[in-house]
């Protein structure tokens, strides 16, 4: 294979991740990807292979580089070394779209030729539920989150993200197969399924009452953050921006108490208790004990005392629990809080009637873990709350990036969706996915709006709750696999004397 090849598939790879936040360039996604197919296309599947992993090498480390800012910045690590800790993780996500293309390559030798492009986009859909669901699980930038603006976002409450990707990664294959033939008709069906998202119902959800939120952005830098000799003063400033809040809903970001809730001054706790004598408080901080395990929380304080609390339960790799066998390269970081125990489930907590569905940080990546929230019953949501610190990962891209998963939970749950953040990402969106109000990154403040809650249930939230992402892997399966050794075998049985 001519190295060109390589180099423009990495092209590729990169383009891909500029169609994701900041930028909405959602029909970049599509087009990217019908390059990397267009030069897989009659290749080997070894060959598909090598351009898939050059494809997601590209596009994992243009998407994920803020990565280097934790590494290097925060976690001590040489340049050289943030680098290529930064290039192996980005080489191990590439495996997934390696896989995927070499699994479709193989499958496009013996299944027609109607059915090429979907054989693409199921083996797309394989890998990108893989990274999904795969050790713990690591979603970040899916294909589909770039189409939260766009004609494929119609689809979001009833297919979710990970089939808006394979549909965008069909329309590109038939994109491919067109330009190849020369011909309109493969493109047909599935410019036509994007057509029809735009026609079906859109609204699952109804109003349920009014919240005023006060979403709270302290802007501690990172770096000062665990320091002794500062956390008194940051305490104070935090604590004053309660008091000034309005009624209704305060919400700090993700471990706004650097420490323990039980080794936070006796002064402190009481000026938050007396902070909720006039509204509700959900304050992020650690909960627990050495013997047991120190638990990310969000507790909620009402009429003078700690009401509820939740702690989170999908913990990431590397920065909240330590992979078996990793436990040096963690160490080395020097990252706080860096082997946490996980949270129990917890229903929402009910303020001035609305029922609140904390998350804390990347939690809301995983729409299959939330769902039980998004329908209805007792422990249905009518907003959901992230509490979130990006401050370890820089200003640039990484915020962007959150906020927009955020945008396709509301799309896929109708369910309005209201951030607090340490540094940026501070945001009321509505349930229909659009940013109502932001605060400017890296600036201390708070933002007060007024959020309604929804009741209801979007298609996506009835058949996820009910079966999982089952029926995406047997669809992709079935395509991807089933389908072309079923013409593999009967052209074997034609074929034989």
């Known amino acids: 294979m001519r190295a060109p090849a390589w180099a423009l598939a990495a092209l590729a790879g990169g383009l891909h991740a500029l169609a994701f936040s900041p930028t909405e360039a959602w ?274 304080w009402q009429g003078g005392e700690m009401r509820y609390t939740y702690g989170k339960r999908h913990l990431l790799p590397f920065g909240e629990f330590i992979p078996p066998g990793f436990e040096w390269f963690v160490r080395r970081l020097g990252i706080p809080m860096d082997d946490q125990a996980r949270g129990e489930h917890q229903r929402p907590w009910v303020v001035e009637g609305q029922r609140l569905r904390p998350l804390i940080c990347y939690e809301d990546l995983f729409g299959e873990d939330i769902v039980g929230s998004a329908v209805e019953g007792p422990d249905a949501a009518t907003v959901f709350v992230n509490a979130s610190n990006l401050a370890w990962f820089g200003r640039w891209m990484v915020q962007d990036q959150h906020l927009q998963f955020s945008q396709m939970r509301a799309l896929e749950f109708q369910r309005p969706v209201v951030r607090s953040t340490n540094t940026g990402a501070t945001a009321h969106v509505d349930h229909l996915g659009r940013v109502r109000a932001r605060l400017e990154p890296v600036t201390e403040g708070s933002l007060t709006a007024i959020v309604e809650g929804r009741v209801g249930s979007t298609p996506y939230a009835r058949w996820l709750a009910a079966t999982g992402l089952w029926p995406l892997w047997v669809w992709a399966l079935v395509l991807a696999v089933a389908l072309p050794l079923g013409f593999r075998w009967r052209s074997s049985r034609v074929s034989a004397p």
């Open 27 to 300: 029909w970049l996604q599509p087009l990217a990807l019908a390059a990397l197919f267009g030069l897989a296309w009659q290749a080997s599947p070894w060959q598909a292979a090598r351009l898939g992993a050059a494809f997601g090498l590209a596009w994992m480390g243009v998407g994920l580089w803020w990565l280097y800012v934790s590494l290097h910045e925060f976690g001590g690590l040489v340049p050289p070394l943030a680098v290529g800790a930064l290039l192996l993780l980005g080489a191990f996500l590439a495996l997934y779209p390696a896989a995927a293309l070499m699994l479709a390559a193989h499958g496009r030798r013996h299944a027609p030729a109607w059915a090429w492009p979907a054989v693409w986009a199921a083996a797309w859909l394989l890998g990108e539920l893989a990274r999904a669901q795969w050790f713990t699980g690591f979603p970040w930038i899916a294909s589909g989150y770039a189409h939260t603006v766009g004609p494929w976002a119609a689809w979001a409450p009833w297919v979710g993200v990970y089939a808006i990707g394979a549909l965008s990664a069909w329309w590109a294959a038939a994109l491919v197969q067109a330009w190849r033939v020369r011909a309109s008709r493969p493109l047909w069906l599935p410019t036509g399924l994007v057509l029809v998202g735009l026609m079906l119902p859109s609204a699952f959800t109804q109003g349920a009452g009014t919240l005023t939120v006060t979403l709270l952005q302290p802007n501690v830098p990172q770096s000062q953050k665990f320091d002794p000799a500062l956390i008194g003063r940051y305490l104070d400033a935090l604590l004053t921006q309660i008091e000034r809040s309005p009624e209704g809903l305060v919400l700090t970001p993700e471990s706004v108490l650097p420490l323990p809730l039980a080794f936070v001054p006796e002064d402190a706790q009481q000026r938050l208790s007396a902070a909720s004598q006039r509204r509700a408080v959900m304050v992020g901080t650690f909960l627990g004990s050495d013997a047991e395990g120190w638990v990310n929380s969000l507790t909620g």
